[in-house]
């Protein structure tokens, strides 16, 4: 077989992994749209859920939802900035860094089921928080955290390095240097971080289930203490305890607002990122 024999059937064989991913994606959001568009109307998104939620609107599980993101978000956000200036404008040494993101990046391994588990026990049991949303804002900013901090270090190691050189000259600190010439440069990767971890943290389900998620007839918090109801817990209850048609569409019509929200929040960041990194790096 001679190399260009090869290479095309490399080529074909690259195609075809990539039209049956696009055709996956493509299938899935016209099932979720396709039985989740006869639910929505605006009452179906303003209304309290009913009857153990199935009937009724989403506004509290939609409430409790961007509770928890903005939560997580809030949390895991300064420590991603931290941890990613600390890595690229402190530490000099390589095999510091490769360390360091290797323990960073090696909490995308976990199971999400074993931070639920583990996230409770620590916050839940032995710092008393309960099942509350703050246990799972803790739970999901542990989780996120290496999503954000890819972004945000992307965004800073891709700033020429003719304006750290500009300010070293100029007497700057490595604090200094990063408040006043990194990160004003680098902000779009902050923000389109931020907008990922959202995204993110909106899509998870197992470690919040028994950590933050109240799966009936919670409202909103009055405390950190309280748990909330969510959209991911409100389709899992209609998926798995209703068979009547009503509760079936309901749960499609949640599953497409929770579509909605992370597909918003991810359009979001790639016209952030694609529109602000070009003149960041001029």
């Given at each position: ?13 690259i ?23 006869p639910?929505?109307s ?16 989403l ?25 990613a ?11 510091v ?5 290797a ?7 976990v ?6 588990l583990a ?20 739970i999901?900013a542990?989780?996120?955290?290496p ?20 300010g ?17 440069q ?7 971080g ?8 909106a899509?998870?389900t197992?470690?919040?289930m ?6 009936s007839g919670?409202?909103?918090?009055r ?10 817990t ?6 798995q305890?209703?068979a ?5 569409t ?10 909605m929200?992370?597909f ?7 016209v ?11």
């Amino acid at each position: 077989m001679n190399r260009k024999m090869r290479d095309n059937i490399l080529r074909g064989i690259i195609y075809l992994t990539a039209f049956a991913g696009m055709f996956m994606m493509v299938a899935v959001l016209w099932e979720v749209i396709q039985r989740g568009w006869p639910a929505l109307s605006l009452e179906f998104l303003l209304q309290p859920s009913s009857n153990f939620g199935a009937e009724g609107g989403l506004l509290y599980q939609t409430l409790g939802t961007i509770i928890l993101m903005a939560g997580a978000v809030l949390i895991g956000f300064p420590v991603a900035l931290g941890s990613a200036l600390f890595q690229t404008e402190y530490v000099r040494s390589e095999q510091v860094k490769t360390f360091f993101r290797a323990i960073i990046f090696s909490l995308n391994a976990v199971p999400t089921i074993l931070f639920g588990l583990a996230g409770y026990l620590f916050f839940g049991v032995y710092l008393a928080t309960g099942v509350s949303w703050l246990t799972g804002a803790l739970i999901l900013a542990i989780m996120i955290l290496p999503t954000i901090q890819a972004s945000i270090q992307s965004a800073i190691e891709c700033l020429p390095e003719k304006y750290r050189e500009v300010g070293m000259a100029l007497g700057l600190t490595p604090w200094a240097l990063a408040r006043r010439v990194v990160l004003p440069q680098c902000w779009y990767g902050a923000v389109t971080g931020a907008l990922l971890g959202l995204a993110r943290a909106a899509g998870e389900t197992a470690a919040i289930m028994f950590t933050a998620a109240a799966f009936s007839g919670a409202t909103w918090p009055r405390s950190f203490a309280d748990p909330v109801p969510t959209l991911q817990t409100h389709i899992l209850v209609l998926a798995q305890d209703s068979a009547d048609a009503v509760s079936q569409t309901n749960a499609w019509g949640a599953a497409l607002v929770l579509l909605m929200i992370v597909f918003i929040l991810i359009l979001t960041s790639l016209v952030v990122r694609s529109r602000f990194s070009m003149e960041a790096q001029r």
